[in-house]
């Protein structure tokens, strides 16, 4: 069900930038005018030639459009996106952090998973099909049939009255992680 790449039709928004570049000057001209509009100039000489390098290695093998895509992506990638100090390679190797102690008491965690492909939050957790009245608003937000909104029978029903969220005694988990709604059923 996932749309060929550069079909934004169920897509709430997107990153574009027009702008081709040419040649290496050009190329380098693009890179200076994203880190100053995504990192606020920050963008390290390491980290540029990196994106230089990916640009010509795409531009050869893929073309321009491939190669102007992935350099939107790239610079997303990059440390200076993500923080607001200016950045310095030192060469240094960073320290190891030790592990922590373990508690005796018992504890619930949020863990994080970056998975590669189409899977967000209201992919994985949704509103339940019967006992949430926010399930019908979901579903169209999200396309409906034509959409990625996932549909009652791939659904795994879920405890949603203690979420304490009004009109939504049932949630879902999408049927393909049965593991979320096993850790979730165990508490």
């Known amino acids: ?16 930038y027009p702008y081709q570049a040419t040649n290496a000057t050009s190329v380098s001209s693009k890179i200076d005018e994203l880190s100053t509009l995504l990192t606020a100039g920050r963008l390290s000489l390491e980290n540029k030639q990196v994106l230089l390098d990916a640009h010509s290695h795409f ?3 893929f073309g321009i ?7 939107l992506k790239l610079i997303t990638t990059t440390p200076e996106f993500h ?7 030192t060469g240094s190797k960073r320290t190891i952090t030790p ?15 970056n998975l590669a492909g189409g899977a967000d939050s209201f992919n994985i957790l949704t509103p339940g099909p019967s006992g949430c009245s926010l399930y019908d608003e979901y579903y169209e937000v999200r396309g409906k ?3 990625i ?11 949603g009255f203690s979420a304490g969220i009004s009109g939504c005694s049932v949630l879902g988990v999408n049927k393909h992680l049965t593991a979320y709604k096993d850790l979730f059923d165990e508490g």
């Open 1 to 16: 069900r996932l749309p060929p790449v550069g079909d934004y039709s169920t897509a709430m928004g997107t990153l574009t």
């Open 59 to 61: 531009s050869e093998n």
């Open 65 to 71: 459009d491939a190669a102007d895509r992935v350099l």
């Open 83 to 89: 923080t607001t100090n200016t950045l310095h390679q």
């Open 99 to 113: 592990p922590a102690e373990k508690s005796s008491s018992p504890y619930k965690a949020i863990v994080y998973i």
């Open 145 to 147: 049939g034509s959409g």
């Open 149 to 159: 909104g996932l549909k009652s029978d791939e659904i795994l029903p879920i405890d």
